[in-house]
C-alpha cells in the first residue's frame, strides 16, 4: 500500500487539519501517516486556542517515520510560525522527501491566524523550493503576490508570479471567487482549468485541506499531476456536494460519499 504523510495541525472538530488529511488518504486507499505541528481547540464555530508542537518534537515525529518507511507523498498545512517552518524544511531535505504538497495555511474560514503573519517570508525562502506543487486559496495568493485577485484572468498572472518564486507548480483555487469555483494550475509551461459547480452549502469547512490531501494521494499513487489535481478536484466538488450537517456552524465535508 502507498503511504502519505501529512505534517499540519490538529482540528479537534475533525474537519479540516490533519484529521481531514488523513479521512482524505484513507477514501483514496492511501495509507496516513502524521506529524503534528500544532494543537488547536476548535469546533464548526471557530477556532478557541492553540498550543505549537515544540520544534524538536516536530522534528522527531518527521524522522522516525522516514527512517522506517517510504514515504510516497507528503502534504504540509498549518505550520504556524518561522521557528516551524524552518524545522519542517530542514526535516524535509535530510530525509530527501519526494512529492511535496504544500497548502500554505494563512486564516482559517472562521478568521483565525493559523500562520503568524511575520512568518509568511520564511515559508517562501524555505518551504517554496521544496513544494512539488502549492495551492494557496485567493486571499493567500493576493498575500503572497501583493496582487489583488478578482477573475481567473488575475489567478493566471499571480499563478506566474507564483511559479517564479521557485514552485515547480501551483494551483490558485477558486472557492473565494464570486462566480464558480474555477481552480487554476500553472506549471511553467502551461495552464490547466479545473472548473467546477458552484455549491450553495454552508459546510466547506477543511475544503482546503481536503483538496490538498487528496492531491498529495493521488501523487502516492503515481498519478502525474495534472492527473492528480484534476482528480483532487472532483474529489471536493463530491465532498462538498454530500457535505454534514454536523455542529452549529461551518460544518465539515463528507470525505467518504463515494463508500456510504
Ligand atoms: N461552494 C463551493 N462550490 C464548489 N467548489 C468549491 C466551493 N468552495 C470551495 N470549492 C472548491 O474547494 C477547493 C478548496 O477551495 P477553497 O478556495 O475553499 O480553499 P481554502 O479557502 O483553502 O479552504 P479552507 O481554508 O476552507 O480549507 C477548490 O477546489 C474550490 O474550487
Ligand atoms: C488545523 C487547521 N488547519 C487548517 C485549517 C483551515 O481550514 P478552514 O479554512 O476550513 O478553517 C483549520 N481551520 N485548522
Redesign the pocket.
Given at each position: 500500500m502507498k503511504t502519505a504523510l501529512t505534517i499540519a495541525g490538529s482540528d479537534s472538530g475533525g474537519g479540516?487539519g490533519i484529521q481531514?488529511d488523513l479521512k482524505t488518504f484513507a477514501a483514496f486507499q492511501v495509507f496516513g501517516l502524521s506529524a503534528i505541528t500544532a494543537i488547536t481547540a476548535q469546533n464548526t464555530m471557530g477556532v478557541f486556542a492553540v498550543q505549537e508542537v515544540k520544534p524538536e518534537i516536530i522534528a522527531a515525529q518527521i524522522d522516525c517515520l522516514f527512517e522506517d518507511m517510504d514515504i510516497d507523498a507528503v502534504k504540509i498545512g498549518m505550520v504556524s510560525d518561522t521557528e516551524i517552518i524552518k524545522t519542517i524544511s530542514a526535516a524535509l531535505k535530510r530525509n530527501n522527501a519526494g512529492n511535496v504538497v504544500l497548502?500554505p495555511?494563512m486564516?482559517?474560514?472562521s478568521g483565525y491566524k493559523l500562520l503568524k503573519p511575520e512568518a509568511i517570508e520564511e515559508l517562501i525562502r524555505s518551504l517554496f523550493p521544496l513544494a512539488g506543487v502549492l495551492?494557496?486559496?485567493?486571499?493567500?495568493a493576493e498575500e503572497i503576490t501583493g496582487q489583488k485577485i478578482k477573475n481567473p484572468d488575475d489567478m493566471q498572472t499571480a499563478a506566474e508570479k507564483i511559479h517564479a518564486m521557485g514552485v515547480k507548480a501551483v494551483v490558485i483555487?477558486?472557492?473565494?471567487?464570486k462566480s464558480?469555483?474555477?481552480?487554476v494550475f500553472y506549471d511553467g509551461s502551461s495552464f490547466l482549468s479545473?472548473r467546477?459547480?458552484?455549491?450553495?452549502?454552508k459546510n466547506?469547512?477543511?475544503?482546503?485541506?481536503?483538496?490538498s490531501s487528496a492531491i498529495a494521494a493521488c501523487l502516492a499513487q503515481g498519478k502525474s499531476l495534472p492527473e492528480a489535481v484534476t482528480e483532487?478536484?472532483e474529489y471536493?466538488?463530491g465532498a462538498?456536494q454530500n457535505s454534514l450537517d454536523i455542529g452549529k456552524g461551518v460544518g465539515p465535508t463528507h470525505h467518504f460519499y463515494k463508500f456510504y
Open positions: 479540516a481531514a497548502d495555511v486564516i482559517s474560514k495551492t494557496p486559496n485567493l486571499v493567500e483555487k477558486g472557492g473565494h471567487l464558480s469555483p474555477v481552480d479545473l467546477g459547480e458552484f455549491i450553495n452549502s466547506t469547512h477543511g475544503t482546503g485541506c481536503t483538496f483532487a478536484k471536493i466538488t462538498i
